[in-house]
């Protein structure tokens, strides 16, 4: 919008003309909401208004130690000059004193000015100047600079100018307040926006997790279900079978003994004195089946040791074990945890891996201890649906015993390249209560 005023026009028609110019100017900058908008066209209007060759606007660092010069008009200034000059020191001088004074400074010829500091290399030479405060609630905040007018700036120029600058100050204060609520708003939605992608994945994460829960549920039933038939087969098949056998020979015995065959009547007592040995055995094998005393009474190497013997007896697969560090006694929890989780990956290994060797390993260091399970089977997909992943779903309860010790569970697999399981738990360096009343140091361990 240009603006042209009639110098020919009598005082009050010339008045008249500045106020509406000065409406219609206040007007324009009222509507505008980008900052650089506001500072380019005011800047514009007071060339227009002063009839000015060049000017700028500066406003106060945060500091108050400079001010930035946040726009130019009149001249055309390289980049390199901007960056180089654009902050200008709040120090005496004449173009300062709008700032420092808050009033209006005029100058007939800042070249030459006794309060001219200098100016920067490439910058064009300043000879009539103007400069006016820009305030809110009296304070500066800033100022507008126009300068080489052909004639001098006169009072009426100097309160136009200041007039105009109060509207501008409001201008670029509404355009500061509407960023600063445009970056609000646009970081809250980025906020919303990244905490709703969180509880996006928060309830994948869930959700996961209870499936990875129901099914933990369902083996852990169907494993229950497991053992209790295994243990009534061998109930059925061993301790019934052999007390049946016992009652047998007693009766046998007792019409011996009414007969008064005394021998065959010390032959069947015998007879059933092995027997009830043979009872005492069973039970004792399916008591260590379900809660082995070997790793309460002798710890956990010994207990990996002994189980291995018998499960190389019973599958017939090479199994070595390997114990690393200084053994110790761990928590309960974390020892009869890491042989469960032992004893899961060697199953798995005899029923699914069809290998012809397995390794156990077993290292205790001084804040953790670590079981690895390793066999050279057909492997399989770790990452696949547990519908694909039939037969490994002891994997789910194995790493939620990993959890429930604080620990994590690797599983290393792949088609045709075997399976490693690899357990690591903390090894805290706690008292172990034992079941028979005593007390063990948790780095003490019978025989060494």
């Not at 009050?12 to 219609?24: C, I, S, V, W």
């Not at 004792?284 to 002994?306: E, F, N, Q």
């Not at 397995?358 to 390793?374: G, K, N």
């Amino acid at each position: 919008m240009a603006i042209h005023m009639p110098s020919a026009a009598p005082p009050a028609e010339e008045q008249r003309q500045r106020l509406e110019a000065l409406y219609r100017l206040a007007v324009e900058i009222a509507g505008l909401r980008d900052l650089q908008q506001v500072l380019n066209t005011a800047l514009r209007h007071c060339l227009e208004l002063t009839a000015s060759q060049f000017g700028f606007i500066g406003l106060n660092s945060a500091d108050g130690a400079a001010m930035d010069v946040v726009a130019i008009q009149g001249f055309e200034a390289s980049p390199r000059f901007y960056d180089r000059n654009h902050l200008i020191p709040l120090r005496p001088n004449i173009f300062a004193r709008a700032v420092l004074e808050n009033r209006p400074v005029r100058s007939l010829d800042a070249l030459h000015d006794e309060q001219r500091v200098g100016q920067p290399l490439g910058h064009p030479p300043v000879g009539a100047f103007l400069g006016v405060p820009l305030s809110l609630q009296g304070e500066p905040i800033g100022m507008i600079g126009v300068a080489n007018r052909l004639t001098p700036y006169t009072v009426e120029h100097e309160h136009l100018l200041t007039t105009y600058a109060a509207q501008v100050a409001i201008a670029i204060r509404n355009a500061q307040l509407y960023e600063e609520l445009r970056s609000a708003k646009d970081g809250l939605e980025r906020k919303v926006e990244d905490r709703t992608r969180e509880l996006g994945l928060a309830k994948e994460a869930l959700a996961d997790k209870a499936r990875q829960l129901g099914l933990l549920l369902a083996q852990t039933v169907s494993g229950q279900e497991r053992e209790r038939a295994r243990i009534a087969h061998d109930m059925h098949d061993g301790l019934n079978q052999l007390t049946i056998g016992a009652i047998l020979e007693l009766k046998a015995a007792r019409d011996r003994l009414g007969a008064g065959d005394q021998p065959e009547v010390d032959a069947a007592l015998q007879r059933v004195r092995a027997v009830l040995g043979q009872v005492d055995g069973e039970i004792k094998r399916i008591i260590h089946d379900l809660r082995p005393p070997s790793l309460y009474a002798l710890g956990l190497p010994a207990a990996v040791t002994r189980y291995i013997e018998h499960f190389q007896s019973f599958t017939g697969l090479l199994c070595q074990t390997r114990v690393r560090g200084r053994p110790r006694r761990l928590p309960p929890d974390a020892e009869i945890g890491i042989y469960r989780v032992m004893q899961e990956a060697l199953q798995n290994a005899a029923a699914h891996a069809r290998g012809s060797r397995t390794m156990v390993r077993l290292t205790f260091r001084p804040q953790s201890v670590e079981l690895e399970v390793e066999d050279n089977g057909q492997g399989f997909e770790p990452l696949a649906p547990p519908a694909q992943a039939e037969g490994h779903l002891g994997l789910a309860g194995m790493r939620e015993r990993a959890e429930n010790l604080g620990g994590s569970l690797h599983i290393e697999s792949g088609p045709g390249n075997g399976t490693r399981v690899r357990l690591c738990v903390p090894a805290t360096a706690k008292g172990e209560e034992r079941t028979d009343g005593g007390s063990r140091g948790a780095n003490s361990y019978p025989g060494g």
